[in-house]
C-alpha cells in the first residue's frame, strides 16, 4: 500500500471540498466554530459593562484567542473521527498522499475560519464597539491566522490521540498553559524570568502581542510584523509535524 509524496493541488482541494460537505451535514459542528467566538465575546462585552476601558484592553486579545481554542477542538475530533472510522485508511490507500490530506484538512477549516474570523471581528469592532488605533482588517488578519494556527495544532495532537476523549483532554496540556502564560492576564514581562522565557517560545503569546498592537498603533509596526509572521511560520511548522506523524488508523 502506497501513497504519493508530492503535494498536489486537485488531490488536496478534493480533501477538502470532501470535509467541507461533511461540515455542511453537521451543523452543531458549524455553530461551535462561527458562533460560538462570537457568543464569548458578546458576553464579555456585557460582563465588563461598567468597564468598557477593561473590555477593550482584553478583548482585541480575546478575538485572537477564541478561534484558536475553537478552531483546535474541532480539528482535532475531526481529523480523529476520520481515523477511527477507517476512512483516513481508505482514503491514504488511495492516490492521496499524507500532505495532501493534511493540507486539505488545513484549507477546508481554514475556508471556516474566514467566516469565524470576520463574523467574531465585525461583532467586536462594529456592534460591540471595541475601540481600536489601528485597521480592523489588521485584526482580523491575526485573527484569521491565529485560527489557522488551531487548526494546525489540532490536526498535529489528533495523531497521538486513541479516542475523541483523549482529543479533548490534549486541550489542557496544549492550550491552557499558553491561555496562562500569553499576556492575557499580567504582562509577560511582570511574570517570573523562568515563565516569561517558556511565553517567549509559545504561539499564542506572539498572537496577544499582535493583536495589541493593532489595539495601540495606528500604523503597521516592526513588532507587529514579527508577530505575525512567527504566528504564520508556526501554523505552517506545525502543519508540517502533522503531515509527518498522521497515522493511518487508531488502534
Avoid at 489588521?138 to 490521540?161: E, H, K
Amino acid at each position: 500500500m502506497t501513497t504519493t509524496s508530492a503535494l498536489s493541488l486537485p488531490r488536496t482541494t478534493a480533501t477538502a471540498a470532501r470535509v467541507l460537505r461533511q461540515l455542511r451535514h453537521d451543523p452543531r459542528t458549524i455553530a461551535l466554530m462561527i458562533l460560538v467566538p462570537c457568543v464569548m465575546l458578546f458576553l464579555l462585552r456585557y460582563v465588563f459593562d461598567g468597564s468598557a476601558r477593561t473590555f477593550d484592553t482584553i478583548g482585541a486579545s480575546l478575538l485572537g484567542i477564541f478561534p484558536l481554542i475553537t478552531m483546535f477542538l474541532v480539528t482535532s475530533i475531526a481529523t480523529l473521527r476520520e481515523r477511527t472510522s477507517g476512512t483516513l485508511e481508505r482514503l491514504l490507500a488511495m492516490p492521496l498522499g499524507k500532505g495532501d490530506l493534511i493540507a486539505g484538512y488545513a484549507l477546508a477549516f481554514g475556508a471556516v475560519a474566514v467566516v469565524q474570523s470576520a463574523l467574531a471581528t465585525g461583532l467586536a469592532v462594529w456592534f460591540l464597539d471595541l475601540d481600536v488605533t489601528g485597521s480592523p482588517w489588521l485584526l482580523l488578519l491575526v485573527a484569521l491566522l491565529d485560527a489557522l494556527l488551531g487548526t494546525a495544532l489540532g490536526l498535529f495532537v489528533s495523531a497521538f490521540a486513541a479516542s475523541e476523549f483523549q482529543a479533548v483532554q490534549f486541550m489542557p496540556a496544549v492550550i491552557f498553559p499558553q491561555l496562562l502564560l500569553c499576556g492575557l492576564f499580567t504582562p509577560r514581562d511582570a511574570m517570573h524570568p523562568a515563565l516569561e522565557a517558556i511565553s517567549d517560545v509559545l504561539p499564542m503569546s506572539y498572537a496577544v502581542d499582535g493583536m495589541n498592537e493593532v489595539l495601540r498603533h495606528a500604523d503597521l509596526t516592526t513588532a507587529f510584523l514579527r508577530d505575525l509572521t512567527v504566528v504564520a511560520a508556526c501554523a505552517l511548522l506545525v502543519l508540517a509535524l502533522g503531515a509527518a506523524t498522521l497515522k493511518r488508523r487508531t488502534h
